[in-house]
């Protein structure tokens, strides 16, 4: 949590330091002949990116991690960056993503919903043979135990590289796809929980909006996808009844590495406070994220999952926002008001093209 009073720099930082990706334009054609901008189409794909953007943050930098300007960055963040540049070669490009999206029935150029980008994410994660992650997709509102355990198990992960058949150069890396550094040799593999959710048919719900609130606080927490109908957000925590976003409605130009391999980053951090939006203007259709590096993490959180007070029609687990830095980070909605407004305007997101 935070004090806006005496935390504003804090806040910022916190902010500033999570992946941000918008809609690009004038990179390569997606499939050699498509579309060289995803605006107007990509915008649930880019949140996609960011809430596994944050998942790899917590797995190779840890939560605790900030981004600064002009500071050199070490090697782990480069890779990360270099997994979502805009080429057909980058682990979770718009280029894999949509490419993989044409097997889940949606044509490139076609919007995604929360649960297409998550099954989409669950199949690009089996080639990252740098990050090596098991991402893990729970429908029906239910997260079965005995399938994590067989998901996150090493043999298991093992398996279903061995039967891909790409085993190639991604990120400009050449590596065997069953390639086991000594420390992956585990029992438990880091995983990404995602788990799609309908919270009302055309409105959310009332009886979902406290229990979402709580898990906010929930330190596995990597945030919610979603929004309004065909205007995807990734949400990152709350004040009062309003939901904290990163925005990816800004067209940018795509960024070109450098030849010594180095991203120019700063155009994929937002450098000026988060949007908000009401809890109640929230479209019913989310995807909540989660990382577990460890099997005790995962155990923590079924402990702590028990304890949020679940209507009747959530049985098992629902899916909360963002780390527990932002959760109810301000003590009031008037103390923030006060503080936003008086931003400096390059630092407001309303002087922002969206």
């Not at 060289?36 to 649930?44: H, I, K, N, Q, R």
């Not at 044409?102 to 490139?108: H, M, N, Q, R």
């Not at 109640?280 to 007070?309: H, K, Q, Y």
Request: net charge negative; aromatic share 10%; hydrophobic share 35%.
């Amino acid at each position: 949590e935070y004090n806006a009073l005496t935390e504003k720099e804090d806040i910022l930082s916190d902010v500033t330091s999570r992946l941000w990706f918008t809609y690009r334009k004038n990179f390569p054609p997606i499939g050699g002949t498509g579309p060289t901008s995803d605006t107007g189409w990509g915008c649930m794909l880019r949140c996609g990116q960011m809430i596994l953007g944050e998942a790899l943050v917590c797995r190779h930098l840890g939560r605790d991690w900030r981004w600064a300007r002009g500071q050199k960055q070490r090697e782990e963040y480069i890779s990360i960056l270099n997994a979502f540049i805009d080429k057909k070669d980058s682990y979770y490009s718009i280029h894999q993503i949509a490419q993989m999206g044409v097997g889940e029935g949606k044509p490139i150029g076609q919007w995604y919903g929360p649960n297409t980008v998550a099954q989409v994410l669950k199949k690009l994660a089996v080639f990252d043979t740098w990050s090596r992650l098991v991402v893990h997709v729970a429908m029906d509102n239910t997260v079965v135990i005995e399938e994590i355990s067989e998901c996150t198990c090493c043999n298991f992960w093992l398996r279903a590289c061995c039967d891909t058949e790409t085993v190639g150069e991604l990120n400009g890396c050449l590596e065997g796809a069953c390639a086991l550094a000594e420390e992956e040799t585990a029992l438990w593999r880091p995983l990404v929980l995602l788990i799609p959710l309908r919270l009302g048919l055309s409105d959310i719900n009332e009886a979902y909006i406290e229990p979402l609130k709580q898990c906010f606080m929930l330190p596995q927490s990597l945030g919610v996808i979603g929004g309004k109908p065909n205007s995807a957000h990734y949400f990152i925590g709350y004040v009062g009844e309003e939901l904290i976003y990163l925005d990816p409605h800004t067209t940018q130009p795509a960024v070109e590495p450098c030849e010594d391999s180095q991203v120019p980053d700063e155009t994929y951090h937002c450098q000026h406070p988060p949007c908000r939006m009401h809890i109640c203007e929230l479209d019913p259709s989310i995807a909540a994220g989660f990382f577990f590096r460890t099997e005790d993490e995962f155990d923590d959180w079924c402990m702590r999952i028990r304890r949020v007070r679940l209507c009747k029609h959530w049985e098992q687990n629902v899916g909360g926002t963002s780390t527990q830095n932002l959760s109810g980070f301000l003590p009031s909605e008037d103390k923030f008001d006060d503080w936003y407004n008086n931003l400096p305007s390059t630092m407001n997101p309303s002087n922002h093209t969206q």
